[in-house]
């Protein structure tokens, strides 16, 4: 599946490499980082944001304890739905509740920030964007690819306080 550019469910960056020839490409090289456990560590904000928000939306008490559905190695949008499947909610209801999901979650990213749940960088990324930006190689473009919604993944790398080489255009 690819993202329409207008959304905001995932990467844009898979929307443009998709519909992209490889002439456009040419002669760039792409380094691509995951957002969780690649830039940043932010597993207790994630598991509290995205759990109060999914029982907000379905008005049922969802936690990881009472969900039987591996979080990590999935995209939000599929999280989402197998999350939803088992909790039994109607599948004429899975696509709606999804949408509002994806809509207020970074609302919940933030609120869970402010209650204590934070984000730190992870080892030694300064370091390797220390190393990059010195290399001053100019056909190296560097871009965030993760299974995050953009809003989502800008707001935990941003909260753990990204070194000033992530911050520059």
Same mark, same amino acid.
């Given at each position: 599946?690819?993202?329409?550019?207008?959304?905001?469910?995932?990467?844009?960056?898979? !929307? +443009? =490499?998709?519909?992209?020839?490889? /002439?456009?490409?040419? %002669? !760039?090289?792409?380094?691509?980082?995951?957002?969780?456990?690649?830039?940043?560590? /932010?597993?207790?904000?994630?598991?509290? /944001?995205? !759990?109060?928000?999914?029982?907000?939306i379905t008005g049922r008490e969802i936690t990881n304890e009472?969900?039987? @559905?591996?979080?990590?190695?999935?995209?939000?949008?599929?999280?989402?739905?197998?999350?939803?499947?088992?909790?039994?909610? %109607?599948?004429?209801?899975?696509?709606?509740?999804?949408?509002?999901?994806?809509?207020?979650? %970074?609302? !919940?990213?933030?609120?869970?920030?402010?209650? $204590?749940?934070?984000?730190?960088?992870? %080892?030694? @990324?300064?370091?390797?964007?220390? +190393? =990059?930006?010195?290399?001053?190689?100019?056909?190296?473009?560097?871009?965030?690819?993760? $299974?995050?919604?953009?809003?989502?993944?800008?707001?935990?790398?941003?909260?753990?306080?990204p070194p000033p080489q992530m911050c520059s255009t």
């Amino acid at each position: 599946m690819v993202a329409h550019p207008s959304q905001d469910h995932g990467s844009t960056c898979a !929307y +443009w =490499l998709f519909h992209t020839s490889p /002439a456009e490409i040419d %002669p !760039y090289k792409f380094l691509l980082f995951d957002a969780d456990g690649t830039l940043c560590q /932010a597993e207790s904000l994630s598991i509290d /944001a995205f !759990y109060g928000c999914i029982s907000d939306i379905t008005g049922r008490e969802i936690t990881n304890e009472n969900t039987e @559905v591996a979080l990590h190695g999935q995209m939000h949008l599929s999280l989402t739905r197998d999350i939803l499947k088992c909790h039994k909610i %109607p599948r004429a209801e899975i696509q709606s509740t999804v949408d509002k999901f994806l809509e207020l979650h %970074p609302s !919940y990213l933030k609120l869970s920030h402010e209650n $204590g749940f934070g984000s730190g960088a992870c %080892p030694h @990324v300064d370091d390797v964007l220390s +190393w =990059l930006v010195e290399q001053n190689i100019h056909l190296i473009r560097i871009g965030l690819l993760a $299974g995050n919604s953009r809003a989502g993944a800008l707001f935990k790398i941003q909260a753990a306080g990204p070194p000033p080489q992530m911050c520059s255009t």
